[in-house]
């Protein structure tokens, strides 16, 4: 699938495009501060915090205390929403690694410790130097403030990463649903389809976005694979690397005993996957004085690591998109063992928000999620995963459509689409008697069909196709909703450019090589960067906002 169509010179930015849209004026400072703090939404089943003291205080922030919206601009957008929200709810399930005891160290605020966790990916600090940086006099005043810190009772570099270590995983798996929730109680986040055009009962479009991170440690072996971390059984350890032709492992010596040596131990659960090589343009010819040298062979994207997966909605009035939920998972995770799960979940956690749209890549392209998609009553603007059937046409003739799965007329010709009822789920297809018209083939005469029953006068609309769920043969693998490759598809599936954005910006906060070792600590390292990403978003519409369109 091509890119979407470069914006012409002279066109409006997205910024421009925004501040045309009065859903925008619902974001400014003057209507967001009179409401108070937007407080967090809080869990009523969490048990409250087994410690009674602090050594810092977060304290809610007052959005009055702002000003004027021309003191936004020294701000962030992350310090905007750190100004705008209060994070006091979050203390109950922060706290829950606390122990009831009045021994020891008093504890610092857990809030106060998760913000602090935020600013070292928002500035892409280590340990070390978030530390330093809110024990500096003068340069960590305005940040001990907003975490509720006071000069000389900040928290060590082994404190703050002690701290995130310990936060359970469910609380950062829940911080961005929770930042959906807090938008949806205000008015901010679409209830519904906001493409232009869509009918008022279409629910939101969705989009999953999946990235690869490398793992921090190298792999010492290409191969590996979940045996080689079990135990060694009685007949001896299966080595896939041997298993291809290579040297791999014997697995007999002692240290083969609880899983392989050569079995990576920081990234038990990193997998290397190899994506092939895409075709490109041929390499320019050599000088004539100069020896011909054989082109470099192709190699695909090699990754050994991890994956992450998001969930995105899209806002297409603000040219938005919000993090619904994410994951990690090894590199080499199947699309069909990880979407149904996840879109299960998905409605789970939002069981009251309707999904009316889904925009994916081919790598979701199998009938089981085509499926799921349908079923939870959505369009598929998922890309075409091609099969070898799709290059021959005697095989597209025979099986009634070609490989973008655009139905044929017996004798080969492509139908027309005309239009999608929305009642029925269909799209309907007719051939318009296309033979009067248009050529059989490239380059030949225009020759009507002899003996056609759909070229007299009686049938008009010729020869006519319904595609819902499946095509005419049951195929569920090219049904599209919208015809694919069209100008409603070009322009609808272009959006995903907004949810891809998350790549570049995870890159931009050093995530892209993962700056930690295992799933678990991965899995949260993203999860709180999305979060982060939703309040950038957040800081960055009440800015733009309240300060006017761009000139």
Partial sequence: MSAAPAAPPGAPTAQQKRAQQSALAR??????????????????????????RYRSQYCPPNP???????????????????????FTPLEPALAAHYRPSAKGQVPFHPVSLLLACTLRRELGLGWGRLARLLAHAEHGAGWRRLCGFTPGQTPSASGLRYFFQQVRPAVCEALCPQAIALLRQHGLFPERSTYPGDPPDRGIPVTQDGQLHPARQRPRCAFVTDTCYQPRPAPGRPCPARAQGHEG??????????????????????????????????????????????????????????RSVAERALDDRLAVAWTLRSGVYPATADERTLFVPRLRALQQTFPDLRIGE??????????????????????RLIDIRAAPADAARAACVQRGYDGHGWPLCPHGYRLRANGYDAA???????????????????????????????????????????????????????????????????????????????????????????????????????????????LRTLGRLVRQASTGPPP
């Fill in 64 to 86: 009055a205390a702002l000003g004027a919206p021309a003191a936004l601009a020294p701000r962030s957008d992350f310090e905007v929403a750190c100004a705008l929200i209060d």
């Fill in 249 to 306: 492992c014997p697995c007999t010596a002692p240290a083969c005993a609880d899983r392989c040596e050569r079995a990576n131990r920081l990234d038990p659960e990193a997998r290397l996957i190899q994506y092939a090589a895409r075709a490109g343009p041929a390499p320019p010819a050599p000088a004539p004085a100069g020896p011909a040298r054989p082109a470099p062979p192709r190699t695909g994207t090699v990754v050994f690591g991890y």
């Fill in 358 to 379: 889904w925009l994916d890549d081919a790598g979701v392209g199998y009938a089981e999620c085509l499926d799921a998609v349908w079923h939870l009553g959505a369009l």
């Fill in 424 to 534: 029925r789920r269909r799209t309907k297809y007719l051939c318009a008697q296309a033979c009067r018209r248009e050529p059989p083939q490239p380059g030949q005469p225009v020759q009507p069909v002899r003996d056609c029953p759909y070229l007299e006068r009686t049938r008009p609309l010729g020869y006519v196709v319904n595609v819902g769920r499946t095509l005419p043969d049951g195929s569920v693998r090219l049904a599209r909703e919208i015809p694919y490759g069209s100008a409603v598809w070009q322009a609808r599936y272009g959006r995903r450019n907004l949810a891809e954005s998350r790549n570049g910006q995870l890159a931009g906060l050093g995530l892209k090589r993962l700056p930690c070792h295992g799933l678990p600590r991965a899995t949260k390292e993203i999860q709180l960067a999305d979060w982060l990403l939703n």
């Fill in 27 to 52: 974001w400014r400072l003057a209507a967001l501060a009179p409401q108070g703090p937007l407080r967090w939404p809080a869990d009523p089943t969490q048990p409250p915090s087994p410690k009674r």
